[in-house]
Nanobody, 114 residues
Framework: QVQLVESGGDLVQPGGSLRLSCVASGSIFSRYAMGWYRQAPGKERELVAT???????NYADSVKGRFTISRDNAKNTVYLQMNSLKPEDTAVYYCRATWNFVYWGQGTQVTVSS
């Protein structure tokens, strides 16, 4: 069983920045494929960014050039740096780990509004 705890969500003005963190349990974090997903009210959950155990990354077209996913295996943590935030980025952001099974965190709210 892998437990994931997200943090860093907040209310931010358009054009602002936030960094989300997700801490995972387990001693083999470096083997997990990690990802960030988001779900806005009334919409389906969608992929934001993923990072493999080897460090390869993938982004949704809507966030390319603005968001950066990274991982620190020594801290069992994956990050999502979000810059140039837009109102349409408003959503609950979820961390996901994949290692034989898929695990989800509880989510953290990001609200972009003036």
């Amino acid at each position: 069983q892998v437990q994931l705890v997200e943090s860093g969500g907040d209310l931010v003005q358009p054009g602002g920045s936030l960094r989300l963190s997700c801490v995972a349990s387990g001693s083999i974090f470096s083997r997990y494929a990690m990802g960030w997903y988001r779900q806005a009210p009334g919409k389906e959950r969608e992929l934001v960014a993923t990072i493999t155990s080897g460090g390869s990354t993938n982004y949704a077209d809507s966030v390319k050039g603005r968001f950066t996913i990274s991982r620190d295996n020594a801290k069992n943590t994956v990050y999502l740096q979000m810059n140039s935030l837009k109102p349409e980025d408003t959503a609950v952001y979820y961390c996901r780990a994949t290692w034989n099974f898929v695990y989800w965190g509880q989510g953290t709210q990001v609200t972009v509004s003036s």
